[in-house]
């Protein structure tokens, strides 16, 4: 079928972006996780694992409409150590998702494929939310610079020092 066709061609796409997304967030997981910067650390990780659930559902899609799914990467994992690079480039992929699935609703309805259409909206409902976290952030270290990182640091030195006395008791 026509439709389908040109449906699979973008859900896979939009797979090769959620992968891409997938990679980065998790990256960028390791590395506050490693720097004490719990707060970070666990945005990263939680959005990392929806990107994931995104894939799921496009997946589905694409077998369904009897597709073959292309779990490629589309783009390489950026080494950025820096939390303000990082959100920069957060906030970036996922304003480029929310535009590209936008666009990619209205091909589908264009198609009469109003299945994978729905499924592209729900997807910007969730970037839109994934940029509106980032951003939240951003602005935080933005307002309150380097204390905003050092706060994250101190809290997770409490809450280890406080396991390590519970466990002497
Ligand atoms: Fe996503
Ligand atoms: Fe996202």
């Known amino acids: 079928?026509?439709?389908?066709?040109?449906?699979?061609?973008?859900?896979?796409?939009?797979?090769?972006?959620?992968?891409?997304?997938?990679?980065?967030?998790?990256?960028?997981?390791?590395?506050?996780?490693?720097?004490?910067?719990?707060?970070?650390?666990?945005?990263?990780k939680q959005t990392a694992i929806e990107e994931m659930l995104h894939v799921e559902r496009l997946a589905e899609r694409i077998l369904f409409l009897k597709g073959e799914i292309e779990l490629k990467a589309s783009a390489e994992v950026q080494k950025i150590h820096q939390?303000?690079?990082?959100?920069?480039?957060?906030?970036?992929?996922?304003?480029?998702?929310?535009?590209?699935?936008?666009?990619?609703?209205n091909e589908c309805a264009a198609n009469a494929d109003s299945v994978s259409k729905q499924l592209f909206e729900s997807l910007v409902v969730d970037e839109e939310r994934h940029y509106?976290?980032?951003?939240?952030?951003?602005?935080?270290?933005?307002?309150?610079?380097?204390?905003?990182?050092a706060l994250q640091s101190i809290e997770r030195s409490k809450t280890r020092s406080a396991a390590r006395a519970q466990g002497a008791a």
């Open 1 to 44: 079928m026509k439709t389908g066709k040109k449906s699979i061609e973008l859900l896979n796409k939009a797979v090769g972006d959620e992968v891409s997304a997938l990679h980065q967030y998790m990256y960028f997981h390791f590395y506050c996780d490693d720097q004490g910067l719990d707060l970070l650390a666990g945005l990263f």
């Open 132 to 149: 509106d976290q980032y951003d939240t952030e951003a602005e935080n270290l933005a307002q309150y610079g380097e204390s905003y990182l």
């Open 83 to 105: 939390v303000k690079e990082m959100l920069a480039l957060a906030r970036r992929m996922e304003e480029g998702s929310a535009h590209a699935y936008n666009v990619w609703a």
